[in-house]
Structures are given as structure tokens and as C-alpha cells.
């Protein structure tokens, strides 16, 4: 679940209190994070050669996308944003799809090089992301959203046993065609982040240097 910043009580009024974190949400959130190791499991049975295993495992990484849509729907639609939401939200989608792209090269479905430059691009942004918090608040991009769809959808057909299905290179070359996408994207919206990043960090210290003048000034 995504969950934006809940907005500041007009002055003179009382912000309402958080939610209580035992919500339905949270849990949805906290089910996604159980269901990484059974999928990684899964995934790695006999060497990813299972094609029973295989279908099983895409079944639970669907299960665990949709949870990661309906989370954060319900949480904004019924007011359950909390904290907790916040900050185990965004660990339980680093899990999945981290562990996705991990175990994909373990059985070597994709190449090590690109799971690397992947799981690289979203550690950086996650620390970059803490970096720059003082000095104000990097929304999500639209460029985020479809990387993350991207690489959502190029692990689940990879994680397809696609030797088992009519046409399979047919298949291989879509799911090659998503991956590609996805790093490309990946790749692009790093550079995105960073650029917002410098330059919400210059505009911050421009303001705060010239409110330091001006309280020098009035000394």
C-alpha cells in the first residue's frame, strides 16, 4: 500500500488520533511479508524445475500483488493510514519483489547482472529517500508507478514454467520484452529521483540561508 501523508489540523483544532494499527490493511500488509519466504520456497523446489511448484508459485506472487493494491485502497477509503502502514508497506514490496528477482537468477531464469542493478536501484532510492527527508518530502512518480508494474509483471511470467505452455517463445520473448521495460524504467526513474533529490536539497538550503540573513539582519 502506498499511503500518502495524512494532511495537518487547521490551527486552533486537534488532529484526529492515529488508527489503531490492528486494521485490516495492516494485516493484508503483514500477509504479504509471510507470503515471500513460502514463494521463495517454492520457487527454488528442485531447482525451479517443478512445474507444479512453478504454477503454485505464481499463484502466491499474484496473491501478494493484489494484496499490495488493496491495502492501500483500503487504508485511503477508510481512513486506516497509520504509521505502521507507512513504514511496513514499502519493506513488504522491497521483499517481493527483491526476493523475485534473487531467486529468478538462482535458478537461472534472468541474468544475475539485471537483479543486481534492480535490487542496487531500490536500496539507493530507500536511503536517498531518508537523506533527503529534512529537507522535504519526494512524492511518488507516475514513472515509479509503471516501474513497479513492470517489474511485477516480468517476475510473474518468469516465474511461469514457460516451457510448459503452447508457443513458448512466444512467451519468452513477451516476458524478456517486460523485463527490459522494467529495467529501462528502473533505471530511468533512479536518475529521475536523484535529479528531484539535488534539487529539493538546493532549494532548501537557498530558504534556509535566506531566513538565516534576515534573522541576522534583525539582530
Known sequence: MTSQPQ???PVGQTQAPE???WNLPNALTVLRILLVPVFVWLVLRDGGD?????WWAWGVFAI????????????RAKGLVTT????????????????????????????????VVI????????????????????PASRGGKVKTFLQALAIGLFVIPLSSLPVEWLWRGLAWAILLAALVVTIATA????????????????ARM??????????
Open 210 to 219: 535566506k531566513q538565516e540573513r534576515k534573522a541576522a539582519r534583525g539582530r
Open 64 to 75: 501478494a500483488i493484489i494484496t499490495d493494491r488493496i491495502d492501500g485502497d483500503l487504508a
Open 84 to 115: 505502521f502502514g507507512k513504514v511496513a508497506d514499502p519493506i513488504a514490496d522491497k521483499a517481493l519483489t527483491g526476493a523475485g528477482f534473487i531467486t529468478l537468477s538462482m535458478i537461472g531464469e534472468i541474468p544475475w547482472w539485471i537483479a
Open 7 to 9: 494532511s495537518q489540523a
Open 119 to 138: 535490487i542496487a536501484r531500490e536500496l539507493g532510492i530507500t536511503l536517498m529517500r531518508f537523506w533527503v527527508i529534512r529537507h522535504g518530502v519526494m
Open 191 to 206: 536518475v529521475d529521483y536523484v535529479m528531484k533529490a539535488m534539487t529539493l536539497r538546493s532549494t532548501s538550503d537557498r
Open 50 to 54: 517443478d512445474t507444479v511448484t512453478r
Open 19 to 21: 488508527p489503531s494499527p
